[in-house]
């Protein structure tokens, strides 16, 4: 039997924001406070794989002391995923992005960024663990048994059940074994 295989749905960080090179799915960058133009936030972002996109948080600095952790100011609130790393928007265009260092021209086609030049989509990191980098049409049409986007061929009979998040497990406490008191 055929599958044919959609390229997967992009999931670069927010626009402006640099990927953690140890770790993709954790980003960061400065915006601009949506009251006042002049002031920028810093922004630290994490990919949720359940919800499938970006959740930012603006923090404080950490006072110059490196170990220090930040500190997130306010609640976190989902950001869309952006244009593929060094690319920017095209003004009025959400559907089209430019990378002025390479020159490369970018246009998103039903979620999947393509570069214009080579026709190729670009790949997105994979953030999430055992999701395999299938985009949400495909993995819709395997639940449902129907044709997988743009073909003819039926998608594969198994529904693949969706993965949690791989978390680590919640610390165990151990009530206390002394035997101070006495009965």
Excluded at 16 to 29: E, F, K, M, Q, T
Excluded at 120 to 132: D, F, H, I, V, W
Aim: glycine share 10%.
């Amino acid at each position: 039997m055929l599958v044919a295989v959609a390229p997967a749905r992009a999931e670069f960080p927010p626009e402006g924001a640099v990927s953690d090179p140890n770790n993709p799915s954790i980003a960061a960058g400065d915006y601009p406070d949506a009251a006042h133009k002049t002031v920028m936030h810093h922004y630290i972002f994490y990919f949720d794989c359940g919800k499938r996109d970006w959740i930012g948080v603006s923090v404080a600095g950490t006072n110059g002391k490196p170990s220090a952790p930040p500190q997130a100011i306010g609640r976190g609130k989902e950001f869309p995923s952006g244009p593929p790393p060094g690319s920017k928007y095209v003004a009025g265009k959400p559907d089209r992005a430019i990378n002025a260092g390479s020159g490369g021209t970018f246009a998103l086609r039903q979620g999947v960024w393509f570069d214009l030049k080579t026709n190729e989509a670009m790949t997105s990191p994979k953030l999430c663990p055992g999701s395999a980098g299938e985009p949400d049409s495909v993995k819709r049409a395997k639940d449902t048994g129907q044709a997988l986007p743009g073909t003819h061929a039926p998608a594969t009979s198994e529904p693949v059940p969706p993965k949690a998040d791989q978390l680590p497990p919640a610390p165990q406490y151990m009530p206390h074994q002394g035997n101070d008191r006495k009965l």
